[in-house]
DNA sequence: CTGAAAGCGCTTACAG
DNA sequence: CTGAAAGCGCTTACAG
């Protein structure tokens, strides 16, 4: 884009095709009738020029940069892969392009020239702990388009919020312990403190109990931390203190892991769920009954709702996708590879 | 970004600061000497106004966007995460946006009117199979800034390439298995027919036998595809019609974690060696022996090389990076969790 | 249906 | 060291 490179401009094709700037660019963004046999002869010349409008001189005349931002705290978890799958194809099918930074609120860089907002996006979509109140504070003000991800709606504006359906989820996955498999005892395992995922599938798990008649037994609730390690090592706590129970509601993937190793080590049974169906959840033994969350979907919908938040249009202020009951064998269900995996071969390890 | 939002403009900076537009932009750009008082003057009315220069407009008036591209086939991979990680985090260093576009080449939408390019970045970061030749001689004609990543240099245009040391690695991978096992007949499982990382990894094999005069026996060499399936099944038939191996060089990760599927569901015993060192390779039973490539430098150094590129600079045609040997259990070596997880806890499954 | 012209917010010679 | 002015490549009223 050096001055020396001479790509061609809307004046190029204007001067080419015998017509004003001005029907190029209706041409170009069907913002006005153009007689058919012109707009043809300039569509012609276009692609005989290989034309490709600059994006910049778009944005500067046209008030809109063409482009959405995403920010999030940082690259990694299962989850990035395929949330961004999905915001990046929903984004590229409606022709916008994607603006990515990863910033963690603590580093709070101010030669931080450039943050994503206002000036070189048209909408935002934010995960959790990647934007300061200040500016979401102004953002909301100024009534930027911005979609919350996987998280509460704020008190700092009223920006509408995705998230992913984990109370029901969680209370179907129990139930099928109590229903199914007769487990009365079921442990439940706590995310970090105030993780609105934990709270949610706690409430799921209490409902389920409260369905069936069981009462809510508070030596039976652990903090797991949502962690391997954590999962781990509060379960062989339990098998020492002597504590019964015969179901673990793990509180997701990665916390059932660190039981079903506990577990083993200690030569006890039990049935193990997760939550989230992470990748492996299907080849690790026993291959984990867990509850599958839309995640590529909510990227999709993300893209969708920023965009009808740039149109103006009205949007809900939570959705709510909806998960999905993934029962393989570490509930106590026989295991079916077929459908366990989906089309996969199992590797049990 | 609308007209009715009114954000600070340069102009209203250089009024409130008593200055001309030149001064605020040399000062903003450190373009040319200011006079220190004028200087911090204006930055403190660029402060207080909270001004912060539309990208747009630089890029047009300054015949440059301030962002770099990446193009890739598609968001997924082991590799993705790290190497996204690696890209995301020098270019914002150096303070340039990252724009993804994910477009295999074979969906070939014509109305795809905004391909990442000339128009839209200053330089171009690009996975194999992403971009036609077509646009690829167009990019070299142009000398636009482009680097590839994990790939050879193209005939269409002579463009720096980044890599990960494959032969030497393979070859340390495969001497260890000879000279501290004692394997005498390493089996080696290619990977899809051509892909580049097999071949170097086939030639360190070979390189390794060689070195201790071992013969390269035919028989010894499969087509594990890269894939646990695939290779899970060639190791199968092998056992089936009693072909004799004490070790097997899996070609990576994946397709080693087959080969153990199958070892163990025979019954039999061999050393397996794997490449990747993907992030479950230390949790699984036995705990993968592999290579680890520095996937994340792979990205940063991609990013170093493309602006060293827009500014001009020299860039060897080819930079490969190190890859370094971890030795955990699969080879036939002793575990130690601590150092073969670095820190972590081992959750063998 | 079409064109001339203003304007978007910057950068960069060109003068001084 | 500083300012007036041209120009980057578009879009969009405004006329016709």
Redesign the interface.
């Known amino acids: ?3 020396k ?1 001479q ?1 061609p401009t809307i004046e190029d094709v204007a001067r080419q095709a015998g017509v004003s700037i001005a029907t190029v660019s209706r041409v170009l963004n069907s913002t006005a009738m153009v007689e058919a046999s012109t707009a043809q002869r300039v569509r012609e010349t276009i692609a005989a020029l290989n034309y ?6 778009r ?2 005349a046209g ?5 959405i931002g995403l920010l999030l705290p ?3 978890g299962e989850f ?2 395929p949330l ?2 999905g915001i ?2 929903a984004a ?1 099918e409606a ?1 916008y ?7 963690r609120l603590t580093h709070h860089d101010p030669s931080y ?3 994503l ?4 996006v ?1 909408g935002l979509i934010i995960f959790p702990e990647s934007v300061n109140s200040g500016d979401l504070l102004r953002l909301g003000r ?1 009534n930027f388009p911005v979609v919350l991800l996987m998280q509460e709606p704020l008190e700092e504006a009223h920006f509408p919020a995705i998230q992913v359906e984990n109370r029901l989820a969680a209370q179907e996955l129990v139930s099928h312990l109590i229903r199914v498999h007769a487990k009365r005892r079921i442990a439940f395992l706590r995310g970090p403190a105030g993780h609105m995922d934990s709270l949610s599938r706690e409430a799921g798990y209490r409902s389920a109990l409260q369905a069936y008649g069981l009462e809510a037994n508070p030596e039976l609730v652990g903090d797991g931390a949502f962690d ?2 954590a999962a ?1 090592h509060v379960v062989l706590d339990w098998l020492k203190t002597g504590l019964d129970f015969d179901a673990v509601f793990a509180g997701n993937d990665d916390a059932a ?2 039981v ?2 506990a577990l083993r080590q200690a030569g006890r049974e039990a049935a193990v769920v997760g939550f989230d169906d992470v990748p ?1 959840a299907g080849y ?2 026993p291959a984990l009954t867990t509850v599958s969350v839309p995640v590529e979907q909510v990227g999709r919908t993300a893209v969708k709702l920023v965009m009808d938040l740039m149109r103006g249009d009205f949007v809900p202020p939570i959705t709510s996708l909806p998960s999905r009951l993934v029962v393989r064998e570490s509930c106590g269900c026989p295991f079916d590879p077929q459908t366990g995996l989906e089309g ?2 199992p ?3």
Chains 1, 2 share one sequence.
Do not use: C, W
């Open positions: 884009m050096s001055p490179t790509l490709i409008p600059r994006p910049a001189a944005s500067l008030f809109k940069t063409g482009s940082e690259i990694s990035f892969q961004l799958r990046e194809s590229r022709d392009d994607l603006l990515i930074h990863s910033t020239s450039r943050p907002a206002e000036h070189n048209d100024m391997k390690q781990y892991i660190g079903v190793s492996i690790i033994h996969d071969l590797f049990p390890f």
